[in-house]
């Protein structure tokens, strides 16, 4: 049976709390936004969170990343829960933008992989494109 999570009242406008892993603790609060609520080491499981990839970056400061979680984390958990879900891709970053204030304005939050590089509470001096964070309408 297919899960409806889109159709569910929100709980709350807003819900997020500090977690240990930024794709478990993202979708727990976007669970928790639509309803179901469930712990973030719960979510974690759901997405078969462990897992050890080792990719290599040729012509890169940084030559190789080992990623200590599985691959395509946050598309299990949605698939396990039978909710719908793909991530959407853009050419450049004002469709990006209009895409993400449609969905603020409608109300929705949105699940992002940003990059930590471009975050400025971070402080990295390097590239990583696979931090999971939720955009809210405040």
């Given at each position: 049976?297919?899960?409806?999570?889109?159709?569910?009242?929100?709980?709350?406008?807003?819900?997020?709390?500090?977690?240990?892993?930024?794709?478990?603790?993202?979708i727990?609060?976007?669970?928790?936004?639509?309803?179901?609520?469930?712990?973030?080491?719960?979510?974690?499981?759901?997405?078969?969170?462990?897992?050890?990839?080792?990719?290599?970056?040729?012509?890169?400061?940084?030559?190789?990343?080992?990623?200590?979680?599985?691959?395509?984390?946050?598309?299990?958990?949605?698939?396990?829960?039978?909710?719908?879900?793909?991530?959407?891709?853009?050419?450049?970053?004002?469709?990006?933008?209009?895409?993400?204030?449609?969905?603020?304005?409608?109300?929705?939050?949105?699940?992002?992989?940003?990059?930590?590089?471009h975050?400025?509470?971070?402080?990295?001096?390097?590239?990583?494109?696979?931090?999971?964070?939720?955009?809210?309408?405040?």
């Open positions: 049976m297919e899960s409806d999570v889109s159709s569910a009242a929100p709980v709350r406008q807003y819900c997020h709390r500090t977690g240990v892993h930024c794709g478990s603790s993202a727990r609060d976007l669970l928790e936004y639509h309803g179901l609520e469930m712990t973030e080491a719960f979510c974690f499981g759901l997405g078969a969170g462990l897992g050890i990839t080792y990719v290599e970056i040729p012509d890169s400061a940084t030559p190789f990343i080992v990623h200590v979680r599985s691959m395509g984390f946050e598309e299990k958990v949605f698939h396990t829960l039978g909710v719908p879900f793909a991530w959407s891709s853009y050419p450049d970053k004002g469709a990006a933008t209009n895409d993400l204030h449609q969905a603020l304005r409608d109300g929705v939050p949105a699940l992002l992989l940003t990059d930590i590089y975050l400025p509470y971070f402080g990295s001096k390097t590239h990583f494109p696979g931090h999971a964070i939720v955009a809210w309408q405040l």
